[in-house]
T-cell receptor, first 113, second 113 residues
Framework: AQTVTQSQPEMSVQEAETVTLSCTYD???????LFWYKQPPSRQMILVIR??????QNATENRFSVNFQKAAKSFSLKISDSQLGDAAMYFC??????????FGGGTRLMVKP | DAMVIQNPRYQVTQFGKPVTLSCSQT?????MYWYQQKSSQAPKLLFH???????NEADTPDNFQSRRPNTSFCFLDIRSPGLGDAAMYLC????????????FGPGTRLLVL
């Protein structure tokens, strides 16, 4: 079994500032994948970033980066230079050992102009 | 450019009246998924197809069925919708199982009267 916990139901950030969204997970598998998905209001869910657990290096994608702490089972998402278009629900997810994707409860990010 | 298409975007049905939601993909992916998402919650996997192999989640109600007549199309049938089935239904695809990025459609919002 695997679980994903996002402890921040809502976050807000000022435009152009940096924000970090928290995620912790638990899996008994040694081989697994972690994801951050973004779901804007009334729009489809899209992948933000994907991390393979066996890779030490933190994944980055333009303004989005993760802090993957394997021992602590933590996978936080940092958004730099926040833009109004970053406002969305963000879901952290884990897939390990052939299991289906398990999502966290989501964090709603608001961006203030 | 549309990769995962869902029709209709909004569906209104009556309590107990069967309804079918459709999903098509242009990615030629092997796996297609159906998720149920209620307001401000994480998506909940109902079932998935790997090619023609159907896999039902253990807690998916019998009221929900699915068909995949070919690689491109997948349908979600709700035989007797109840008020509790009102939700957003998301279709997603992935090239393969486990660890692969899932590509989501825009969803169909189902309202049950």
């Amino acid at each position: 079994a695997q679980t994903v916990t996002q402890s921040q139901p809502e976050m807000s950030v000022q435009e152009a500032e940096t924000v970090t969204l928290s995620c912790t997970y638990d899996t008994s598998e040694s081989d697994y994948y972690l994801f951050w998905y973004k779901q804007p209001p009334s729009r489809q869910m899209i992948l933000v970033i994907r991390q393979e657990a066996y890779k030490q290096q933190n994944a980055t994608e333009n303004r989005f980066s993760v802090n993957f702490q394997k021992a602590a089972k933590s996978f936080s998402l940092k958004i730099s230079d926040s833009q109004l278009g970053d406002a969305a629900m963000y879901f952290c997810a884990c897939a390990g050992g052939g299991n289906m994707l398990t999502f966290g409860g989501g964090t709603r990010l608001m961006v203030k102009p | 450019d549309a990769m995962v298409i869902q029709n209709p975007r909004y569906q209104v049905t009556q309590f107990g009246k069967p309804v079918t939601l459709s999903c098509s993909q242009t990615l030629n992916h092997n796996v297609m998924y159906w998720y149920q998402q209620k307001s401000s919650q994480a998506p909940k996997l109902l079932f998935h197809y790997y090619d023609k192999d159907f896999n039902n989640e253990a807690d998916t109600p019998d009221n929900f069925q699915s068909r995949r007549p070919n690689t491109s199309f997948c349908f979600l049938d709700i035989r007797s919708p109840g008020l509790g089935d009102a939700a957003m239904y998301l279709c997603a695809t992935s090239r393969d199982l486990w660890g692969e990025t899932q590509y989501f459609g825009p969803g169909t919002r189902l309202l049950v009267l």
